[in-house]
């Protein structure tokens, strides 16, 4: 069953939180460690380290938060359902183009942190971006039932942010104006298929 909007909020403020505990340890010079960041911000331990199970994938991901832009920001100029969730599908793949070294590091530290033991007991990745493409679909009318939008949410995340990025430029060999046309191209394919009458 789909999460309700307000369970993604509360995970991303609380994921978000955890990454601003981080923040203020780098910026004061202090060790990073899960449980320092948690107690920064008053978040258990327990709850901060299902987000967050290895220090050096959450001292990667606390530089990267910096630059991103809020959702308001990101759907301010998209009038429609369908040109909110390609805003912000392109906007996660400029994301990691224009920091491209520092996600690359980041996505390192994650796969290792991932090939150390259970794969059920790594925290996601990808939270903010379905959290904003199920914030679109919340805020909008449109004929999607819940499985529908989590299948079109998935399918989105899929095509875009560092994963794409690596895809395209390393597998593909695309240039990366050939990789950004390529995630509009799968975008617009994707949302053909669910939002074909979609309109203003």
Do not use: W
């Amino acid at each position: 069953m789909p999460q309700t909007r307000e369970r993604l909020q509360q995970k991303s403020r609380t994921r978000e939180a955890v990454l601003a505990g981080a923040r203020a340890l780098i910026s004061r010079g202090e060790a990073v460690t899960v449980a320092a960041a948690a107690a920064e911000v008053g978040v258990s331990k327990a709850t901060a380290y299902r987000y967050f199970s290895d220090p050096n994938t959450l001292a990667a991901e606390a530089g990267l938060a910096l630059d991103v832009r809020s959702y308001e920001a990101i759907v301010a100029q998209a009038p429609t359902l369908r040109d909110r969730l390609m805003a912000i599908c392109l906007e996660m793949f400029d994301l990691p183009l224009g920091h491209e070294i520092d996600f690359r590091r980041f996505l390192a530290r994650n796969l290792d942190a991932s090939g150390q033991g259970d794969r059920r007991q790594v925290p996601p990745r990808g939270a903010r971006r379905m959290g904003m493409y199920q914030q679109a679909l919340d805020e909008a009318p449109h004929d999607l039932a819940g499985e529908e939008q989590a299948r079109l949410v998935r399918a989105l995340s899929l095509a875009t942010g560092v994963e794409a990025m690596i895809s395209l430029l390393d597998v593909a060999q695309a240039s990366r104006e050939e990789a950004r046309a390529t995630v509009r191209e799968v975008a617009e394919a994707i949302l053909d298929k669910y939002l074909p009458t979609q309109k203003p």
